[in-house]
């Protein structure tokens, strides 16, 4: 029944009586989805389409100030409130660098904490990754009965990508990431940033590179941004891995191509074997392809 701290996570706070219009019309989720116990999964993309942040959005209720926290990977949290002062113009809003005053918390296998401690919701991109919560930072330690590894291991686990460690910010599309795969992204929302590129992408059905889940043989894995091969192709990188277990970023067609020639899929020189989590809909390297990607 393991918690963690996440110390990598930081967190923003973006609080003002324009605040909810203001992100909905910069981030991927509609912020009409989000409420003081329900949080949601998106990201704040550049104009051609590509993931700069990816974030938790959290709602305070109102009785504790209010306003959305992005809970977010921590080294780009400065980064990310910059960005946001870009768009502000003349909105009414305040955007702040809460890492230091709040820490990021999770939890699965286990019933989530009250209201109490903080802002507590169910993770928004998979049920089985448990728990989600932005709390006190003193309260931190309180969590951390098991190490961020397990919390890691975890996730890989169910196949869930990180932007950061299993992609690079400013270089994948939404699609490519599994956004789309994991309520990342309301294609029913009004206009945001990026979203002529995304909704094309969707429409027409041209996400040709995904991440997937692989396992290793041999219970070791690759280092993160590796090259993985068959044969003499190229098939794209490496994202982390834990235990034998880790993600892969790569071309479907070309790791559809080298499975039916009989080619091993190498990730760094290690065989490896795709997996394919229940929660994934598009088609897979090795299955029938009658279905568009």
């Known amino acids: ?15 003002g009586e324009d605040a909810k219009s203001f992100l909905d019309g910069l981030v991927t989720c509609d912020l009409d989805r989000v409420s003081p116990r329900t949080a949601r999964f998106g990201a704040l993309l550049s104009p051609q389409g590509k993931i700069l942040f990816d974030f938790l959005v959290f709602q305070a209720p109102e009785e504790i100030g209010g306003g959305y926290y992005l809970d977010a990977l921590n080294v780009f949290v400065p980064d990310l409130a910059k960005r946001l002062s870009f768009y502000k113009l003349r909105a009414k809003v305040a ?19 009250g209201d109490e401690v903080g802002l507590v919701t169910e993770d928004p991109r998979l049920a089985e990754l448990g728990w989600r919560a932005i709390i006190a930072a003193e309260d931190g330690a309180e969590f951390a009965k098991a190490p961020p590894e397990a919390y890691h291991t975890h996730r890989l686990t169910l196949g869930v990508p990180e932007g950061g460690r299993d992609f690079m910010f400013g270089d994948a599309f939404p699609h490519e990431a599994l956004m789309d795969q994991l309520h990342g992204v309301d294609f029913d929302k009004g206009c945001y940033v990026g979203q002529e590129v995304v909704s094309r992408m969707q429409h027409r059905g041209t996400a040709r ?7 290793y043989e041999g219970g070791f894995a690759a280092d993160v941004g590796v090259e993985v091969t068959a044969g003499e192709k190229s098939l794209g990188k490496t994202g982390s891995g834990l235990q034998g277990r880790g993600l892969l970023m790569i071309r479907l067609d070309r790791a559809a191509d080298a499975l ?28 029938d392809d009658t279905q568009s990607p």
Do not use: C, N, Q
């Not at 005053?101 to 296998?109: L, R």
């Not at 590179?209 to 396992?215: D, E, G, L, M």
């Open 209 to 215: 590179t995904r991440i997937v889940p692989a396992v």
């Open 1 to 15: 029944m393991p918690s963690v701290h996440l110390a990598d996570r930081g967190v923003v706070r973006v609080s």
């Open 260 to 287: 039916a020639a009989g080619h091993i899929i190498r990730a760094g020189g290690i065989p490896v074997h795709l997996e394919k989590p229940r929660w994934v809909s598009f088609s897979y390297p090795g299955e």
């Open 95 to 113: 955007i702040e660098d809460m890492s230091e005053a709040m820490a990021v918390v999770a939890g699965w296998d286990e019933p989530r904490p």
